[in-house]
């Protein structure tokens, strides 16, 4: 059955960090754009971060902007999101997901890409999420 799984997710104090999973099973995720997402209790869900074929073509939201970082391990079939300097306020259920069209790479220059991140509906498969808390 293909599916998405997250794991790692846990109780940390503000100011730690924390490393989550997102593996496919019966699905390679080599060539698929990933992106997590997030929603808290009460809020709408958030797209936090991106991904495309390589772990140069990221993009990330204002909110978690040098403080998360979001990998991709073919070897391992997964894709890891660290995130540091963690806050109260990035309390959520997180969520990964894949779109099999990737991301759209725009060029800034001839040694930069912006990266584009799939609209939510373009996400194909989606994991049932890992609960993150940042709590002292």
């Known amino acids: 059955q293909v599916q998405l799984v997250e794991s790692g997710g846990g109780l940390v104090q503000p100011g730690g960090s924390l490393r989550i999973a997102c593996t496919g099973s019966?699905?390679?995720?080599?060539?698929?754009?990933i992106g997590w997402f997030r929603q808290a209790p009460g809020k709408e869900r958030e797209g936090v971060t991106c991904i495309g074929p390589t772990n140069a073509d990221t993009y990330y939201a204002d909110s978690v902007k040098g403080r998360f970082t979001i990998t991709r391990d073919n070897a391992k079939n997964t894709v890891y999101l660290q995130m540091t300097s963690l806050k109260p306020e990035d309390t959520a259920v997180y969520y990964c997901a894949a779109a099999p069209d990737g991301v759209t790479l725009v060029p800034l220059s001839p040694q930069r890409m912006r990266v584009v991140c799939p609209e939510p509906d373009e996400f194909e498969y989606w994991g049932r999420g890992t609960q993150v808390t940042v709590s002292s």
């Open positions: 019966e699905f390679t995720l080599d060539y698929h754009g």
